[in-house]
Antibody, heavy 118, light 103 residues
Framework: EVQLVQSGAEVKKPGESLIISCQVS????????IGWVRQTPGKGLEWMGS????????RYSPSFQGRVTISGDKSLSTAYLRLTGLKASDTAIYYC???????????WGQGTLVTVSS | EVVLTQSPDTLSASPGERVTLSCRAS??????FAWYQQKPGLPPRLLMY???TRAAGVPARFSGSQSGTEFTLTISSLQSEDFAVYYC?????FGQGTKVDIK
């Protein structure tokens, strides 16, 4: 059974950095892309970036370029999202999701609620 | 960059009704198109991909089609478990969602 399990909720202050993990099981971690999508009431679903763990090929949304880093640890079958310079507007639910080509996300993590507040 | 505009924002319907959700693209797209369903407190669930292919476990009452730059998701007979928010997607762009609620 394919599963993506994310780390727990976070509360951060403006200017801080965030790291969320996404551990996968039930398939080969290195064979499929993992994307990060966030959801806010105001902007809906936003793709932030994706990584192909097999060769660490990484793509980022221009909206987050410079603030986001996506990485993967093959030994742990885990992908990571790092977001720096947090703002109140980064308050959202962050999801990791598996995709094949064309960024069709067929399996999703449970989501990680991130609250940014002073 | 592609913009996907879904309509309506909210659709009120009764169980058993046939409903049609629309997603209009700002430019011509390839078939790398998908629909997702999201219920409160849960992540999105892949419903359809490649315009009209149902994902694993999706009931046959869901169907997808395309006419030019307009993509349509049809639920032939709305069931209680279908009340949710539906999103369209093309590559890394999502529509804003259509909420299907009970009339």
């Amino acid at each position: 059974e394919v599963q993506l399990v994310q780390s727990g909720a976070e509360v951060k202050k403006p200017g801080e950095s965030l790291i969320i993990s996404c551990q996968v099981s039930g398939y080969s971690f290195t064979s499929q892309w993992i994307g990060w999508v966030r959801q806010t009431p105001g902007k809906g679903l936003e793709w932030m970036g994706s990584i192909f763990p097999g060769d660490s090929d990484t793509r980022y949304s221009p909206s987050f370029q410079g603030r986001v880093t996506i990485s993967g640890d093959k030994s742990l079958s885990t992908a990571y999202l790092r977001l720096t310079g947090l703002k109140a507007s980064d308050t959202a639910i962050y999801y990791c999701a598996r995709s094949g080509t064309a960024s069709i996300f067929d399996y999703w993590g449970q989501g990680t609620l991130v609250t940014v507040s002073s | 960059e592609v913009v996907l505009t879904q309509s309506p924002d909210t659709l009120s319907a009764s169980p058993g009704e046939r409903v049609t959700l629309s997603c209009r693209a700002s430019q011509s797209l390839t078939s790398s198109f998908a629909w997702y369903q999201q219920k409160p407190g849960l992540p999105p669930r892949l419903l359809m991909y490649g315009v009209s292919t149902r994902a694993a476990g999706v009931p046959a009452r869901f169907s997808g089609s395309q006419s030019g730059t307009e993509f349509t998701l049809t639920i032939s007979s709305l069931q209680s478990e279908d009340f949710a928010v539906y999103y369209c997607q093309y590559y890394r762009t999502f529509g804003q969602g259509t909420k299907v609620d009970i009339k």
